[in-house]
């Protein structure tokens, strides 16, 4: 009985680690959602704004106002919502090389081309299907 | 005559702006650049400097017998103001005999084991630490020279070759922050340009003196990369390297940092 709840945890970290379902790209895009279903944009703007999930500040500013230390590596996320779509933001955040292949941008929904990862991380997506799905949904808000 | 002392004339003021050209023209910013007026004054002043107390306690170490030798520090190199003047611009290094470049501290432990018959220091220990800030404090002010030859420069070449690379699940390269970036802000920090002028550094954020391998370690942590052991051939290659990209640089031994 109480063995049930530990596997079930077992299991959800096993699934965590395994190899990320493929996003369909048409173009610039991924037209749809990574789970089939929407993201929820306050969720999102919690995992951009956090410096151990999203790391979107070590680089990006935005408006994000209580989170006073931000970057100056990227452009700043304002107005991305007006900017791109929401499939074209998902593909940014998928793998951005798709776009620029020299991007200093981490593809966050990819585990193959990376050297030397450390254990804790390794095989692992930097954010879940559901965690790109809630950045996507928060991004799209960003109008100007 | 006139025109004889006219052209030496002439000659020195091309040579004096020469050397002012080439001043001007050196872009490159240590760490201590930086830092903010309050930790600028912190190092410069040796009473408030917290890497001051880890030298005087490696000068204490100079002097004191160890190992089976029963042997100081001193009684073979004698006043380390003499004797280690300008060592640590030049290391890493090859010793007499070795095929393999070793960094400071490891340079330090060969004396202890083959010289001193005493047991190795481990990385980042205390005692460690404060005789390698005090050898290297002997060269504060002194230009970076590193050393040549065929072996050395593979080594270096390594280094060089793991500061491009992008590694880690971040997927960067050191060259991409400290290169490419430095001078931005990485979520509010300015990205300093790496030059390995201060270590061992009293590292705020450590509350202690800590290596240069300590400091690559935290890198290599950020961008979710697994770090090489202390002891790994890796460390050594990248500050060839970086000691090579900070030639002529000034050392600050000890050095604070944020």
Redesign the interface.
Same mark, same amino acid.
């Given at each position: 009985m109480r063995i049930l709840p530990v596997l079930a945890l077992l299991l959800g970290a096993q699934a965590a680690a395994a190899q990320p379902v493929t996003p369909q790209i048409v173009d610039d895009a991924i037209p749809t959602s990574l789970t089939g279903r929407p993201g929820d944009a306050a969720r999102g703007r919690a995992i951009v704004a956090s410096?151990s999930t999203g %790391?979107c %500040? %070590?680089?990006h500013s935005g408006p994000i106002a209580e989170e006073?230390?931000?970057?100056? %590596?990227a452009p700043s996320l304002a107005g991305a919502g007006s900017r791109w779509s929401e499939g074209q933001l998902r593909l940014r955040i998928v793998d951005g090389t798709r776009l620029n292949a020299d991007t200093?941008m981490?593809?966050y929904y990819r585990t193959g081309?990376?050297?030397?990862?450390?254990?804790?991380?390794d095989g692992?997506t930097?954010l879940s299907a559901e965690q790109v799905e809630d950045v996507v949904a928060y991004l799209v808000t960003l109008k100007d | 005559m006139t025109a004889r002392l006219l052209a030496f004339g002439l000659a020195l003021v091309f040579a004096a702006s020469y050397a002012a050209a080439q001043a001007g023209a050196d872009k490159r910013r240590s760490g201590y650049q930086d830092m903010g007026e309050a930790l600028q004054k912190m190092q410069d002043d040796d009473t408030a400097n917290p890497g001051m107390l880890f030298v005087q306690l490696g000068g204490q170490l100079w002097a004191k017998p160890a190992g089976a030798e029963n042997k100081s520090c001193a009684d073979c190199h004698g006043v380390a103001a003499d004797s280690m003047k300008g060592v640590a611009t030049r290391y890493p290094a090859i010793p007499q005999g070795a095929d393999r470049p070793v960094d400071l501290e490891g340079r330090i432990n060969m004396c202890r084991t083959e010289n001193q018959k005493a047991e190795r220091l481990p990385p980042e220990n205390r005692d460690l630490l404060s005789l390698e800030a005090y050898v290297a404090h002997q060269s504060r002010g002194m230009p970076i020279a590193p050393p040549y030859g065929p072996v050395v420069d593979a080594f270096r070449a390594q280094g060089e070759g793991i500061y491009r690379?992008?590694?880690?699940?971040?997927?960067?390269s050191c060259a991409?922050c400290h290169d490419?970036?430095a001078g931005?802000?990485?979520?509010?920090?300015v990205i300093p340009e790496a030059h390995p002028t201060g270590y061992p550094i009293y590292r705020l954020e450590w509350q202690a003196l800590g290596s240069l391998k300590r400091r690559l370690r935290n890198c290599?942590?950020g961008i979710?990369?697994?770090?090489w052991s202390l002891d790994a051939p890796e460390y050594v290659a990248l500050e060839l390297y970086l000691m090579e990209r900070a030639k002529g640089m000034k050392l600050e031994t000890p050095a604070v940092r944020p």
């Open positions: 410096r %790391l %500040l %070590l680089c006073r230390f931000q970057g100056d %590596l200093i981490p593809a081309g990376l050297q030397r990862v450390a254990r804790a991380f692992k930097i | 690379r992008r590694q880690g699940q971040l997927n960067l991409i490419d970036n931005k802000k990485l979520a509010g920090i290599l942590v979710r990369a697994e770090a």
